[in-house]
């Protein structure tokens, strides 16, 4: 027997849960392109979109996925042949660096491994190898959805400024702007990437960079530009269609304008202590089955190092594709492969599996998440630690705060 009829939860961690408002929000007629509704809509988005990333600076919005939004960070920092140091635990960090080379930009990575943070002392390093000033930027993915290891921005930021080096600071938020605290202007990023389709709650289709003023100054000349991913005009239109050049992704920036509007109603402070309590809960979880199990654990040991949207995990393979199936056709929750942790055509990509609890998610859905995959284990027979569910759903009953209740 299946239990998994009723509303599906994609918890892969992106796309992520698109809100019924969203959804309702682009279900609507082609508007004008020229005047009207959609014009005043937009007039609007600026400044919100310049709140979720707690800056007042530049923003650009682009048709495109993330990794357009990653050429669109290149096409504008870099001139062919400039160089930039690329910090990478995961597969995004990687990424990010092929696309830069690919355009040309010399980017040196320093790789810390799939479970290992950021190191200062490496990176420190690197910077001080780099006496004439050559390395541009500083590329850097906040959590990488891969690994689910969380950076620390702003200790990159103070140790280029301990350092005197002027490099600009460029930072992926893909996957975790609107879930994990991020302050771009506090923490001296010059540049923040990210897409519509994970925090932000809206389909895969927008891509979004926010640039610093002193970026904007030193990037000027960048000769990578091309017209379409040129900022300069996106972020200073005088006509409208100068903002998207060319026809506005229309349909996308409706649903985008009910996303942040929930984001704002919510308030960003307390969206980010949801996705905290969400996170510890799915921890706490799994810290219990692997109490039972050494096989079972998380992929980053230290909490201070861990993103707040999505988890990395170990069970042992093939567990992790048997239970991914099960939970999937079985209890209607679909959970994320376990990315770049080992080839697919290696029988130890079966031991590893993701689960997101990012953006439009609540406790229900994260306990239920967990319960199931739970109960998955017993159907498969996947040994496993007694009191992750009661561990779990502690840790959202001391989050919550209490309620002032008529009863
Ligand atoms: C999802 C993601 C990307 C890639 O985004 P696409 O839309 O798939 O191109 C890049 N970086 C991070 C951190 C991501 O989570």
Same mark, same amino acid.
């Given at each position: 027997?299946?239990?998994?009829?009723?509303?599906?939860?994609?918890?892969?961690?992106?796309?992520?849960?698109?809100?019924?408002?969203?959804?309702?929000?682009?279900?609507?007629?082609?508007?004008?392109?020229?005047?009207?509704?959609?014009?005043?809509?937009?007039?609007?988005?600026?400044?919100?979109?310049?709140?979720?990333?707690?800056?007042?600076?530049?923003?650009?919005?682009?048709?495109?996925?993330?990794?357009?939004?990653?050429?669109?960070?290149?096409?504008?920092?870099?001139?062919?042949?400039?160089?930039?140091?690329?910090?990478?635990?995961?597969?995004?960090?990687?990424?990010?660096?092929?696309?830069?080379?690919?355009?040309?930009?010399?980017?040196?990575?320093?790789?810390?491994?799939? !479970?290992?943070?950021? *190191?200062?002392?490496? $990176?420190?390093?690197? +910077?001080?190898?780099?006496?004439?000033?050559? /390395?541009? %930027? =500083?590329?850097?993915?906040?959590?990488?959805?891969?690994? !689910?290891?969380?950076? *620390?921005?702003?200790? $990159?930021?103070?140790? +280029?400024?301990?350092?005197?080096?002027?490099? /600009?600071? %460029? =930072?992926?938020?893909?996957?975790?702007?609107?879930?994990?605290?991020?302050?771009? *202007?506090?923490?001296? $990023?010059d540049l923040t990437v990210a897409a519509s389709q994970k925090g932000l709650m809206t389909p895969p289709g927008l891509g979004f960079v926010w640039f610093s003023d002193r970026a904007k100054e030193r990037c000027r000349d960048s000769d990578l530009r091309t017209p379409y991913w040129d900022w300069t005009p996106r972020a200073g239109a005088r006509e409208f269609y100068q903002n998207f050049n060319g026809t506005a992704p229309t349909h996308h920036l409706f649903g985008l304008r009910e996303a942040l509007s929930m984001i704002a109603e919510e308030g960003l402070e307390q969206v980010w202590a949801r996705h905290d309590a969400l996170a510890r809960a799915v921890w706490a979880a799994f810290d219990a089955w692997g109490a039972g199990n050494s096989e079972i654990g998380l992929n980053v040991a230290d909490p201070a190092f861990r993103g707040r949207s999505v988890t990395a995990a170990r069970l042992g393979a093939p567990h992790a594709s048997r239970l991914r199936e099960w939970t999937e056709h079985r209890g209607g929750v679909t959970l994320g492969i376990g990315l770049g942790m080992a080839l697919p055509s290696e029988p130890a990509y079966h031991g590893f599996l993701r689960v997101a609890h990012m953006g439009h998610v609540n406790a229900?859905?994260?306990?239920?998440?967990?319960?199931?995959?739970?109960?998955?284990?017993?159907?498969?027979?996947?040994?496993?630690?007694?009191?992750?569910?009661?561990?779990?759903?502690?840790?959202?009953?001391?989050?919550?705060?209490?309620?002032?209740?008529?009863?």
């Open positions: 027997m299946s239990l998994a009829n009723g509303r599906a939860y994609l918890a892969i961690p992106g796309p992520s849960v698109m809100p019924d408002r969203v959804l309702a929000a682009m279900h609507r007629a082609a508007p004008n392109i020229y005047e009207g509704d959609l014009h005043r809509m937009v007039e609007g988005l600026w400044p919100d979109l310049k709140a979720v990333a707690c800056t007042r600076q530049n923003v650009a919005i682009y048709i495109a996925n993330g990794h357009g939004a990653w050429e669109a960070a290149n096409a504008n920092l870099f001139s062919r042949g400039d160089r930039a140091l690329v910090l990478a635990c995961g597969r995004f960090g990687i990424g990010w660096a092929e696309s830069a080379r690919a355009m040309g930009v010399s980017a040196e990575v320093l790789d810390f491994g799939k !479970s290992s943070p950021v *190191d200062l002392s490496r $990176v420190e390093a690197a +910077l001080k190898a780099d006496r004439a000033h050559e /390395l541009k %930027a =500083v590329l850097l993915t906040h959590v990488d959805t891969s690994s !689910s290891i969380r950076t *620390d921005v702003a200790a $990159v930021r103070q140790l +280029l400024d301990t350092l005197g080096h002027p490099a /600009l600071l %460029a =930072v992926d938020c893909i996957a975790s702007l609107g879930c994990d605290e991020y302050r771009m *202007d506090d923490w001296g $990023v229900h859905m994260t306990l239920g998440a967990l319960a199931v995959m739970e109960a998955g284990m017993v159907a498969l027979g996947i040994p496993h630690g007694p009191g992750a569910l009661a561990a779990a759903a502690g840790v959202i009953g001391k989050a919550a705060s209490p309620l002032a209740s008529a009863y």
